[in-house]
């Protein structure tokens, strides 16, 4: 079987609730260290289908609580991706798989968003 892991950056790379942005599959994708965890999501706003942010690596919002879409401020849970608040609230980013191993993080396939 093919492996389609692979080993995207470390874990010491994300600072402590923030995200960075890294591409796979010919897509942008958002990795942010939330509360210890490590979180994948493709770099989609489910409103507009357009990428969160205008800065590189600006994904979270001011207090390192939420992912948050920089275009009309949605905000998203960490953990989940589903979104709290804006004009998405209800819908949800697209996760990436993600594994942890050792101190490296794999991200799997990416999926397609819709
Ligand atoms: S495009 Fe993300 S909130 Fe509008």
């Given at each position: 079987?093919?492996?389609?892991?692979?080993?995207?950056?470390?874990?010491?790379?994300?600072?402590?609730?923030s995200?960075?942005?890294?591409q796979?599959?010919?897509?942008?994708?958002?990795v942010?260290?939330?509360?210890?965890?490590?979180?994948?999501?493709?770099?989609?706003?489910?409103?507009?289908?357009?990428e969160?942010?205008?800065?590189?690596?600006?994904?979270?919002?001011?207090?390192?609580?939420?992912?948050?879409?920089?275009?009309?401020?949605?905000?998203?849970?960490?953990?989940?991706?589903?979104?709290l608040?804006?004009?998405?609230?209800?819908?949800?980013?697209?996760?990436?798989?993600?594994?942890?191993?050792?101190?490296?993080?794999?991200?799997?396939?990416?999926?397609?968003?819709?």
């Amino acid at each position: 079987m093919t492996e389609t892991m692979e080993h995207i950056c470390n874990v010491n790379d994300i600072e402590h609730e923030s995200a960075r942005e890294f591409q796979k599959d010919g897509q942008s994708i958002v990795v942010a260290k939330f509360d210890g965890q490590m979180h994948a999501y493709i770099n989609w706003c489910p409103h507009l289908g357009i990428e969160l942010n205008f800065m590189p690596d600006q994904f979270m919002d001011g207090d390192g609580q939420f992912i948050m879409c920089a275009n009309h401020g949605a905000l998203f849970e960490v953990e989940t991706g589903n979104c709290l608040s804006g004009p998405c609230s209800g819908d949800k980013l697209i996760a990436v798989p993600l594994e942890v191993r050792g101190e490296e993080v794999w991200l799997g396939e990416v999926p397609q968003p819709a």
